[in-house]
């Protein structure tokens, strides 16, 4: 299978920039994968689209303000990627520029947080963040929401950033850890999500947290070749038995966001069932692969040649999905994390 296979052209101004003024009134393609119809609605008919026999599954992680900017003694500005902690307050990060930092620096990012350099691992570093009290709640007030790099504009620009705190985060987020959101579930509303409640649409959580490997590039020509970066996931023991109820009741398991694919699909690869665990995952879903739990996904307009784009084209047909693509650049829909939606069935 060639990377190329899953290239397309996108137009430019259709990468999203800023979100949809509201989040349910962002576009939604709805793919039927039975009977390859596509429609065009909006996100607040989600509704319309499920009843009592799905139950939504939604990855509640929280995206931390991981970007940071600090300052060397000289006064020079470094840039600081908070990528994962490994364990208490050690991190490993991204440092730009790389060269002017060293093993002993220690770097100023406010009065209240210090970063000192420990280590270069490959091309990232160890640090060790120094402060006092909770370092979520510094990060709230120093840090920056780490949009993806296709998001063109100033991260620190004041007008922007109370935006991207409220708006790269989706209305359930509770448990820190993320550096990407997982975007599908920005759509949703505490509104959209009391009238599914009310009519019977049941759903539950679980937590990835969703790291740099989601924008990872595939390198390799061959892409059986690419190796995924492994992402933390849980299953609490209360989502683990809503989920085999579900499944024992014959409902369908509607996944929201690719993250919530591949949390499922490795539990079930590797465990044959849904249990309560705390694992990691380096699951590469591509086109040929059969899934064990995942019945409907909500999901959106993913990069050319990447691996989200190779996972929604194993559930739907790489065809069909590309099909869907050409209908949504013609209608001028919004692609990647701020954009448009897709609902396959």
Avoid at 9 to 28: H, N, T, V
Avoid at 100 to 124: C, H, I, P, Q, T
Avoid at 147 to 161: F, V
Avoid at 333 to 341: A, E, I, L
Wanted: glycine letters at 4%; aromatic letters at 10%.
């Amino acid at each position: 299978m060639k990377l190329e296979d899953f290239n397309y052209i996108l137009p430019e101004e259709l990468i999203a920039q800023f979100p949809e003024q509201k989040r349910d009134m962002s576009k939604m393609l709805v793919l039927d994968r039975f009977n390859k119809s596509i429609i065009h609605k909006h996100f607040c008919d989600i509704t319309n689209f499920l009843t009592e026999n799905d139950l939504l599954v939604m990855n509640n992680t929280k995206v931390i303000p991981a970007r940071l900017y600090a300052k060397k003694d000289t006064g020079a500005l470094i840039e600081i990627f908070l990528v994962r902690e490994i364990k208490k307050d050690i991190w490993i990060c991204l440092i730009k520029p790389s060269k002017r930092v060293k093993s002993g620096m220690v770097l100023m990012v406010s009065d209240e947080l210090s970063v000192e350099v420990l280590e270069k691992d490959d091309d990232k570093w160890r640090v060790h963040l120094i402060y006092d009290g909770n370092i979520f709640e510094i990060l709230d007030k120093v840090g920056n929401i780490p949009l993806p790099p296709y998001i063109e504009r100033k991260m620190t620009n004041e007008e922007y950033k109370a935006l991207d705190f409220e708006r790269y985060q989706t209305v359930y987020a509770q448990k820190e850890g993320a550096v990407a959101a997982p975007t599908a579930g920005l759509h949703f509303t505490n509104e959209i999500l009391d009238k599914l409640e009310k009519q019977g649409t049941k759903h539950c959580f679980v937590t990835l947290n969703v790291g740099l490997g989601t924008f990872k590039p595939v390198k390799c020509e061959n892409i059986l070749e690419h190796k995924m970066d492994s992402e933390s996931f849980e299953i609490s023991k209360e989502s683990a038995e809503i989920i085999n109820e579900a499944k024992k009741q014959g409902k369908n398991i509607v996944a929201v966001g690719t993250t919530t694919v591949r949390t499922l699909e490795t539990v079930m690869n590797k465990y044959g069932n849904i249990i309560p665990v705390k694992d990691s995952s380096q699951l590469f879903i591509y086109p040929g692969y059969e899934f064990k739990i995942v019945d409907k996904l909500i999901t959106n307009f993913h990069l050319p040649k990447s691996t989200l784009l190779m996972l929604v084209s194993a559930f739907a047909g790489k065809e069909y999905i590309f099909k869907a693509y050409d209908e949504a650049i013609k209608n001028k829909y919004r692609f990647y994390s701020y954009g448009d939606c897709m609902l396959i069935r």
